[in-house]
């Protein structure tokens, strides 16, 4: 394993600031860190599509045609080009009604939010690709949980907002496990880790939405507290967590042919067809599922003298203090997810994956229901 490659942190930390240095910056002027992350003046407008322009080789030859094509006006045709102005790119196509957030009246909102939190602060801010995806992170000190002697879970509180269209202006609240990053973001069924609105975001929006998200991240924040605490209490051994990921990740038992391990849910078995050739359930293959369940075993048992120590993100025991507990078996799981499914080449596919992909979250939430479940726990 090559050790400088080793790349587990909260996941907004792997993206660089390629300008400006952040260390003299006041963390509490909301405005002074919009500027020293470049998220200032976009002045991000819509304009009307009225014409395409295409290019095209030319057969036989390497010569490119351009053509330009006038978009008739129409009830089907009202798209614009949402762009950033100041430096003349369009972040998306979207229909006529769509209105853009400006990044001053939503980090406006994250000014409003950071009030009703003592000694609140930012850490991070920036933006994915040209500017689609914007967001803020907000450090909440004394607002943490504690689990064991230990095991600590700070809370940050995160602000986002879409301007290719793929989202709305976005509160989360964002607990961070301190010894392995896991981002322990779930759907609880009283309470939600995040308040969203449509793309406005007036005055009075501003002050109504966030009054709202802290009333919610209150509640949540005792659920996730009392979640905590009770899987803490009980007992996980690695059959435990072996059975949670079948019933999680595993193939239908009863239209597969699979023995049943839990919850209807069986692993791939390893059989050839009529032609010979290994047997596909859906593009999973027997020996993909085995391996990435013993990626799992490992991370929960700190165990890495197999086939698959090379793939060890970090020389940490990201389970120290929560072995056999099935708060270490839900922290096993949701390290599982966030580091070593998909790939991650891309810092800022990784922020993207962890903190807004819609499938990412469900799966994440898919963790902690199956969790929850296997114990009888009922929130």
Request: some cysteine; charged content about 25%.
């Amino acid at each position: 394993m090559n050790t400088n490659e080793i790349t587990l942190a909260k996941s907004w930390e792997l993206i660089s600031k390629e300008d400006n240095s952040s260390k003299d910056i006041n963390w509490q002027d909301t405005q002074q860190v919009m500027d020293t992350f470049g998220l200032s003046n976009w002045n991000v407008s819509v304009e009307e599509v009225s014409k395409v322009v295409t290019k095209s080789l030319v057969d036989g030859t390497n010569q490119i045609l351009e053509q330009s094509w006038t978009i008739p006006k129409g009830q089907n045709n009202d798209r614009v080009v949402v762009v950033r102005k100041d430096i003349g790119t369009g972040l998306a196509f979207r229909t006529s009604q769509y209105t853009p957030v400006q990044n001053e009246e939503l980090f406006e909102f994250g000014d409003v939010l950071m009030k009703q939190f003592p000694n609140a602060k930012w850490v991070n801010a920036g933006k994915l690709g040209d500017g689609h995806k914007v967001y803020g992170i907000m450090e909440l000190p004394d607002s943490g949980f504690l689990f064991g002697q230990d095991d600590k879970v700070d809370n940050y509180l995160t602000i986002a907002n879409g301007h290719d269209g793929s989202m709305g202006v976005t509160a989360m609240i964002t607990p961070i496990r301190i010894s392995c990053t896991n981002q322990l973001s779930f759907a609880l069924n009283n309470a939600s880790h995040s308040i969203r609105t449509k793309h406005t975001l007036k005055v009075g929006d501003r002050i109504a939405l966030a009054k709202e998200s802290v009333e919610q991240f209150q509640v949540y924040a005792k659920q996730m507290q009392v979640i905590g605490d009770n899987l803490f209490e009980l007992p996980c051994s690695t059959e435990d967590i072996r059975k949670m990921y079948v019933g999680l990740n595993g193939v239908d038992s009863s239209k597969e042919d699979v023995l049943e391990v839990y919850n209807g849910k069986g692993r791939p078995e390893d059989k050839l067809g009529e032609d010979g050739r290994p047997i596909k359930y859906g593009s999973m293959q027997s020996k993909k599922f085995d391996n990435a369940e013993e990626l799992l075993v490992n991370i929960y048992q700190n165990r890495w003298d197999n086939d698959l120590k090379d793939q060890r993100r970090t020389l940490a025991n990201t389970m120290d203090g929560i072995e056999n507990t099935m708060w270490g078996g839900l922290n096993a799981l949701t390290e599982h997810l966030d580091w070593y499914q998909g790939k991650y080449s891309d810092s800022s596919k990784i922020v993207e994956r962890q903190m807004f992909n819609s499938g990412h979250q469900k799966k994440r939430d898919a963790i902690l229901d199956m969790v929850l479940d296997y114990n009888e726990i009922k929130v």
